[in-house]
């Protein structure tokens, strides 16, 4: 894999340091597959956690993304393996057993079912794994999880990537404190349907598992599956959300719907958000972070393909890039859609900015003034459909001769 020279203008100044999470430990190591950055991080609990997790829906899989589908309904997990900078995607017979190598070691070392023991990979798609690389490592791993450093996990984990994205939130439940961590990756190959993208999320409160199932699934809908970076859906992609119980104790969760979450799930969609918008800021090659706002549609799921099909534009993405306020790319998106759109009461908007309305330019929209806007890094576009109640927000960014470079230059 290249080494990317590309400085984001997302780049964060400053780092934050994340508090532990009571009942995980975690070690990070170079194995050599990236040869001289981390690529290794892995991932304890001290007693068993609740689990929950999303896929991708890509047909063309990965071998860990099949392994971790296969485990998931057990619902608790002792340990996450994750490597960066090969995928093990597409790699036949062998992706399969590679994997099953790597959980029978680590349930052998920490004594637990090899079921409770999750995998995930990303980086190049069909070459094998070297996994003598990787089963020399674990055993270092496991004798070292003392690292309270959680950017060394985020780092681990990237690949095109140019900043570790991490993120940490608390939360109460009954006036009791808790820690909820977020790592994530992801640059290229985002879209969503879960898009090469990868999110791990550790709380130490004690919710059960279709508790946090029901709750991720319903959060990321509105964050990781309404983001797109390039269109195409990865076949690695994998988020996790684990619940060690290991901190102050409370009551029973009993339900979806218990009172008693509502603090965590604010929480949650807090850093889901956050860390979505990280992946979006840091795609491939981007120079501007942009927001696409659909109002009145005739459902949501109308206004989420609408926004999605203006997200995905080549035509719009470059106009964007190269500060060009050309709003009839929005319009040819819009008609490519097939969804209702009164072209009457149609509206589009560039910031505050009323752009289009009635069918037609706006009496007030001024070129230069357009122009101006998209000289911003970060940039609003909303569209009232005029057909409805429907909305749904999407986030996307340009596309620039950057992402060209990167992408030809992958395996170089």
């Given at each position: 894999m290249?080494?990317?020279?590309?400085?984001?203008?997302?780049?964060?100044?400053?780092?934050?340091?994340?508090?532990?999470?009571?009942?995980?430990?975690?070690?990070?190591?170079?194995?050599?597959?990236?040869?001289?950055?981390?690529?290794?991080?892995?991932?304890?609990?001290?007693?068993?956690?609740?689990?929950?997790?999303?896929?991708?829906?890509?047909?063309?899989?990965s071998?860990?993304?099949?392994?971790?589908?296969?485990?998931?309904?057990?619902?608790?997990?002792?340990?996450?393996?994750?490597?960066?900078?090969?995928?093990?995607?597409?790699?036949?017979?062998?992706?399969?057993?590679?994997?099953?190598?790597?959980?029978?070691?680590?349930?052998?070392?920490?004594?637990?079912?090899?079921?409770?023991?999750?995998?995930?990979?990303?980086?190049?798609?069909?070459?094998?794994?070297?996994?003598g690389?990787?089963?020399?490592?674990?055993?270092k791993?496991?004798?070292n999880?003392d690292?309270?450093?959680?950017?060394?996990?985020?780092q681990?984990?990237?690949?095109?990537?140019?900043?570790?994205?991490?993120?940490?939130?608390?939360?109460?439940?009954?006036?009791?404190e808790?820690?909820?961590?977020?790592?994530?990756?992801?640059?290229?190959?985002?879209?969503?349907?879960?898009?090469?993208?990868?999110?791990?999320?550790?709380?130490?409160?004690?919710?059960?598992?279709?508790?946090?199932?029901?709750?991720?699934?319903?959060?990321?809908?509105?964050?990781?599956?309404?983001?797109?970076?390039?269109?195409?859906?990865?076949?690695?992609?994998?988020?996790?959300?684990?619940?060690?119980?290991?901190?102050?104790?409370?009551?029973?969760?009993?339900?979806?719907?218990?009172?008693?979450?509502?603090d965590?799930?604010?929480?949650?969609?807090?850093?889901?958000?956050?860390?979505?918008?990280?992946?979006?800021?840091?795609?491939?090659?981007a120079?501007?972070?942009?927001?696409?706002?659909?109002?009145?549609?005739?459902?949501?799921?109308?206004?989420?393909?609408?926004?999605?099909?203006?997200?995905?534009?080549?035509?719009?993405?470059?106009?964007?890039?190269?500060?060009?306020?050309?709003?009839?790319?929005?319009?040819?998106?819009?008609?490519?859609?097939?969804?209702?759109?009164?072209?009457?009461?149609?509206?589009?908007?560039?910031?505050?900015?009323?752009?289009?309305?009635?069918?037609?330019?706006?009496?007030?929209?001024?070129?230069e003034?357009?122009?101006?806007?998209?000289?911003?890094?970060?940039?609003?576009?909303?569209?009232?459909?005029?057909?409805?109640?429907?909305?749904?927000?999407?986030?996307?960014?340009?596309?620039?001769?950057?992402?060209?470079?990167?992408?030809?230059?992958?395996?170089?």
């Amino acid at each position: 894999m290249i080494k990317i020279n590309f400085n984001s203008p997302f780049t964060p100044l400053n780092y934050p340091n994340l508090p532990e999470v009571n009942g995980v430990r975690h070690a990070t190591i170079c194995s050599n597959i990236k040869e001289s950055d981390l690529d290794l991080a892995i991932i304890i609990f001290d007693e068993l956690a609740n689990v929950a997790g999303v896929f991708t829906n890509s047909e063309t899989c990965s071998a860990p993304v099949s392994w971790c589908r296969s485990i998931i309904n057990n619902g608790v997990a002792k340990a996450l393996i994750v490597n960066s900078g090969n995928a093990n995607a597409f790699t036949g017979y062998s992706g399969g057993k590679n994997v099953t190598a790597k959980t029978a070691l680590i349930s052998n070392l920490l004594g637990c079912r090899a079921d409770q023991v999750f995998v995930a990979s990303t980086g190049v798609i069909g070459e094998q794994l070297p996994i003598g690389k990787i089963l020399d490592s674990i055993p270092k791993l496991i004798n070292n999880t003392d690292d309270k450093n959680w950017i060394n996990i985020a780092q681990a984990i990237t690949t095109t990537d140019t900043y570790p994205k991490l993120f940490s939130k608390k939360f109460k439940i009954e006036n009791k404190e808790y820690i909820l961590n977020g790592v994530a990756k992801g640059s290229g190959m985002i879209c969503p349907n879960m898009a090469t993208l990868l999110g791990f999320f550790f709380t130490d409160a004690d919710i059960p598992s279709r508790v946090l199932d029901f709750h991720l699934k319903k959060i990321n809908e509105v964050t990781f599956n309404a983001i797109t970076v390039d269109g195409d859906s990865s076949t690695s992609d994998t988020l996790l959300l684990f619940s060690t119980g290991q901190g102050p104790s409370h009551s029973d969760i009993e339900d979806e719907l218990d009172p008693k979450l509502d603090d965590f799930i604010i929480a949650l969609k807090e850093l889901m958000l956050n860390l979505c918008h990280q992946v979006v800021k840091d795609g491939e090659g981007a120079k501007k972070f942009i927001t696409i706002e659909v109002i009145n549609a005739l459902t949501d799921e109308s206004a989420k393909i609408i926004a999605n099909t203006i997200a995905k534009s080549p035509l719009v993405k470059t106009a964007i890039a190269g500060e060009d306020p050309n709003w009839g790319r929005i319009i040819m998106a819009l008609g490519n859609t097939e969804q209702k759109i009164d072209k009457n009461k149609l509206k589009i908007y560039f910031g505050d900015m009323l752009v289009a309305k009635n069918g037609s330019v706006s009496e007030d929209y001024v070129e230069e003034v357009a122009a101006k806007y998209l000289k911003n890094r970060e940039i609003s576009i909303k569209v009232d459909v005029g057909y409805g109640n429907g909305c749904f927000t999407v986030w996307t960014c340009d596309l620039t001769e950057q992402y060209i470079k990167i992408n030809s230059d992958y395996r170089s």
